[in-house]
């Protein structure tokens, strides 16, 4: 059944029915356009949307999704999709030695006392459940991103190997005519190869490294197998969105494109649906989960909630993601917390659309310095790290932005975004002031504003560090995430080399993020809380809609997903255990 045509169907309902609503302007008892009923209405097409909505329908409950953009997937299908899961099916069929007591250590040595106890246990409880669920009922499959260390490894119950999966590849004719309406990945896989997220550590040295070079060579031989066998390959997040939507058409589950959040609709003080754009009411007899993503693309709300500087030109999450489920649930009286935070990453403002700046920070050959010329944070830190390091400076000195300078050595050795070795970067990056150019490190200070003797000293200071093999002042290589995304041939430290051939290349650096990670307070149940501490009936939470249960950190890739779609599934539990 095509989207429009349930749309449609939907539309069809029963004209000219009042309802009590809250939330979104609208004004209680104002007349809908139609009225459709369904056990459970879902809010948002993304991971924890698609997910919940899944488990509902497997659990016999009438399930239906609600999206607001002309696509489904949303920042799901443009991420690489890693997802973090301790303890799943996959990672312990490789062999990976996880326990439920080293991830609960872990967990909490990461998150620490902010998040409770509760919440964190029923994430590690129901996350491997998810993920055997998630493989029963849809065409997807899993990998381990093997050897992507947790990104505190040296905690209690951190694991230097991972506990990150990713999708398989996804024949996305499996899909049909939906296959049009994913949502696109933020950077396409090139054409004529197949790319898994954990190829990218080695792509990024192919020209300098064995495995490297065989690893490009495997993701062209992966595409010309699939195009014999007649295949459209997925992967990363165009195949974790596409798998969920596959799951759900096979369960009959539609999906309802271009159809925005008004408001929800409260009956007897219990969340019983939504209002859509149009006026359409979507009751829900059990309940309503929103799973509608976080406030990135929300100005106002940036504004309102977080530090400065900070806007909406930085992120990378999807465009729909203005904060409407957040909002609605705001003003049906939800306590919202960490609105201040977000997923944050050092990106580089390119034109057209930010990049999240990963791999190129911890290749050997660079530094990254404020304002003032000076390094300031280990550069392989894990990326929300980074960025909140630059915030906290920023309050007593100029941090905002940063530069991430390079030198030629590293520009004849790495791919940097999707440029190979040795070719030159578009004029555009140049003329947009966010890549600076020079023959000298005096030069290149003066181009970007900074005190050339200062960056002087810092250069010469790093190298001494990079010649030793120790970074004495933000000791970046100890951790063996800081090594993930090294390079293993550059010794004595594969994170760290001099910079020394010119030219040199300053690279723009501003607090960028993969989505806001503040929402709804949510319990260990994914019900929606009030500021005293009681449920809002009917009401659930789940993704970047509620606050997350990583806190204010990061445990590894993945991070994002893997909680999202976990409370998704819990939420969905819990509504049909319910009546």
Partial sequence: MSVKRTRREVLRGAAGATALIATGGLNAGRAHAGVAEYDVVVVGSGAAGMTAALRAAKLGLSAVVVEKAATFGGSAARSGAGIWIPNNQVILRAGVPDTPAKAAQYLAAVVGSEVPAARQQAFLAAGPAMISFVMAS??????????????????????????????????????????????????????????????????????????????????????????????????????????????????????LLNTPLAGLHFENGRAAGVVVGDGTLMRARRGVIVGSGGFEHNLAMRTEYQRQPIGTDWTVGADSNTGDGIRAGRTAGAALDLMDDAWWGPAIPLPGEPYFCLAERTLPGCILVNGQGVRYVNEAAPYSDVVHVMYDRNSTGPHIPSWLI????????????????????????????????????????????????????????????????????????????????????????????????????????????????GGMRTDARARVLRADGTVIPGLYAAGNASGAVMGRSYAGAGSTLGPAMAFGYIAAGDLAAAM
Avoid at 192 to 207: I, M
Avoid at 225 to 232: L, Q
Wanted: proline letters at 9%; one cysteine or more; glycine letters at 10%.
């Fill in 138 to 255: 849809s065409p997807l499959r899993f990998r381990w991103m093997e050897g992507y260390s947790d990104y505190y490894p040296e905690l209690p119950g951190g694991l230097p190997g991972g506990r990150s999966i990713e999708p398989d590849l996804l024949d996305g004719r499996v899909l049909g005519a939906e296959l049009a309406r994913l949502n696109p990945a933020y950077i396409p896989v090139p054409e004529g190869t197949v790319v898994f997220s954990a190829d990218y550590r080695w792509l990024n040295l192919a020209l300098v490294n064995a495995r490297g070079t065989a690893v490009a060579a495997e993701v062209v031989a992966r595409w010309v197998a699939a195009k014999a066998r007649g295949e459209i390959p997925l992967t990363m997040g165009q195949a974790l969105a596409g798998g969920l939507r596959a799951g759900l058409a096979a369960a009959g589950v539609p999906v």
């Fill in 406 to 517: 390079v030198d030629q050595n590293y520009r004849n050795r790495y791919l940097f975004k999707d440029i190979a070795p040795t070719l030159p970067f578009p004029d555009s990056w140049y003329d947009s002031g966010a890549v600076h150019k020079a023959w000298s490190i005096g030069e290149l200070a003066s181009r970007i504003g900074v005190p050339s003797s200062a960056l002087r000293q810092t250069v010469t200071r790093f190298n001494g560090f990079a010649l030793a093999g120790r970074d004495a002042d933000f000791h970046r290589g100890d951790s063996a995430y800081d090594r993930y995304y090294a390079d293993p041939g550059v010794r004595p430290n594969p994170c760290l080399a001099p910079l020394w051939l010119p030219p040199f290349y300053a690279f723009k650096i501003v607090p960028g993020d993969l989505g806001t990670k």
